[in-house]
């Protein structure tokens, strides 16, 4: 079946250090989809890529998409304490298909 | 965006009785999600709870042990049966708008 493998598994950086995980899946994505989850706390949403080789931007985090849609990446500027959490990617089943297949999850910490 | 509510928030439990959590969304959806998170690891979809039909189980995950109502569009239960201590987990149930996924803050199920 599907895969989504994410690295590093564990990455802990200095504040203000940058910070990148990458996400590859066996199979083509139709998307990609990006989800943050706090320390005690459940997924968020954060932003989904349709097309290939797309980059999008939310202020300090830049998201990539590949070009043969089967890898992304995601990586923080200048991390700051509330950046703290597991990133976790996640793809479609197949195209067409709502159920995702999540990452295996890259966890962050800070150290201040 | 959805606002979802999980009951109980966390439980303590004896192994070999069972635990319904119930998942509440804010409007009308035709699919909702039971995810379990292992400590530490990613999510693994259980089980897709739709309106008016069986719920469709995941690989590995059976009706008897996980037993999941869907009653209306806005509400689904899932029980865990006959608990024992691997059953230690978060249980999240999630709902899909617009491709995107949103999360219930979650039910910390730990089994004695």
């Known amino acids: 079946g599907q895969q989504v493998m994410q690295i590093p598994q564990y990455q802990h950086v200095q504040e203000g250090e940058d910070f990148t995980t990458y996400c590859n899946s066996s199979?083509?994505?139709?998307?990609i989809q990006w989800y943050k989850q706090r320390p005690g706390g459940h997924p968020v949403f954060l932003i989904q890529?349709?097309?290939?080789?797309e980059v999008k931007k939310q202020k300090r985090l830049t998201f990539q998409f590949g070009e043969a849609k089967k890898n992304s990446s995601l990586h923080i500027t200048a991390t700051q304490t509330t950046d703290v959490g597991t990133y976790f990617c996640?793809?479609?089943?197949?195209?067409?298909?709502?159920?995702?297949?999540f990452g295996t999850g890259t966890r962050l910490t800070i150290i201040p | 965006s959805a606002v979802i509510s999980q009951k109980p928030s966390r439980d303590i439990c004896q192994r070999g009785t069972s635990l319904t959590i119930q998942c509440q969304v804010d409007?009308?959806?035709?699919?909702m999600f039971w995810y379990r998170q292992q400590p530490g690891q990613s999510l693994t979809l259980i089980a897709t709870?739709?309106?008016?039909?069986?719920?469709?189980?995941e690989s590995g995950f059976v009706i008897d042990k996980f037993p999941i109502s869907r009653p209306n569009l806005t509400f689904s239960t899932l029980t865990v049966s006959n608990m024992s201590p691997e059953d230690s987990s978060i249980y999240l149930c999630?709902?899909?708008?617009?491709?995107?996924?949103?999360f219930g803050p979650g039910t910390r199920l730990t089994v004695t």
């Open positions: 409007s009308q959806v035709t699919m």
């Open positions: 996640a793809g479609p089943r197949g195209f067409g298909n709502e159920k995702l297949t």
């Open positions: 890529l349709v097309k290939s080789g």
């Open positions: 999630s709902v899909e708008r617009q491709t995107k996924e949103y």
């Open positions: 199979t083509t994505l139709s998307n």
């Open positions: 709870a739709n309106q008016g039909s069986e719920a469709t189980y």
